[in-house]
């Protein structure tokens, strides 16, 4: 019997590459540490040993992944929240020092979901400030906190020069789309939960995860396999790790060989999110409008039975 060949391996790739790259790929860490946790539950400051849950990642896990990023001769993208950078400014900057970008996630990693336009602003500056302060960086990079984008977010970040946005989960490769209500657009770099690693390893009682702690083997091989395919349609594979999580120690050592296996494959381009925004916006011409669907007569859709909009 002989193997079939995919019939996407013949395929025009979806996107179009820079010289010599059929694919792209990003490792990106969000250190979220203990901003999460307060955010989540402000009483949770009170818990020692969970705090000290969230602080092994800026305290032993980063310094562990930038090791590990530096054997591979890899550069990655670390979305930090700004309260992160002020607890810890020395692994912020070390981030920064090793030539890796560094992204906003927020200020606490705050509850996303029904927050107005102004107390968007005011996390999202919050954030920005904390960034500069700290570490000297002006991001073009957001990654919503809980991946959770409203829609007013795009023009937010437009209206503060960000390039490119990585908190949706609509596409196997960057585009460029309108932020709604204005002319702006921005560049999305699709994620996927799948590509998580809270999925596959979080877990803390009461606090988080499903009490289910997978095998690294197996993270590290459904990522693999992701990789693989989007290798071979051409795609944008972004993996997305919490250094207090996926910097234990046979974790990290599986994730420096998926490091290992994903450059291994032939016209990868193994960069940053910030690189691979700025190809996308040389190259895609093409705009994306969000559709908003809503149900009429649903509650908060701003759309009566008959199809009118709510008076005000
Ligand atoms: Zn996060």
Known sequence: MTAT???????????????????????TFDVDAESCVLAHDPASVSRMSLMSHQSYGPLVAVPKLLRILERQDVRATFFVPGFTAECHPDTVRAIVDAGHEVGHHGYLHEQMQGIDRETEARYLDRGLEALQKVAGVVPVGYRAPWWELNWQSPALLAERGFLYDSSLLDGDAPYRFTAPGTADTLIEIPVDWALDDWEQYAFYPGWTGSGVIESPVKARDMWQLEADAQHEQGGC????????????????????????????????????LEDIARHAASVVTETRTHARYAVPGFPDTGITRDGRPVAS
């Open 5 to 27: 060949p995919s019939p996407a391996a013949t395929d025009e790739p979806i996107f179009t590459w820079p010289d010599g790259y059929r694919a792209a790929a990003s490792f």
């Open 237 to 272: 594979w972004v993996l997305t790790n919490h250094p207090f999580i996926s910097g234990r120690p046979s974790r990290a050592r599986a994730l420096e060989q998926l490091v290992e296996g994903v450059k291994a494959l032939d016209g990868m381009w193994v960069t940053t």
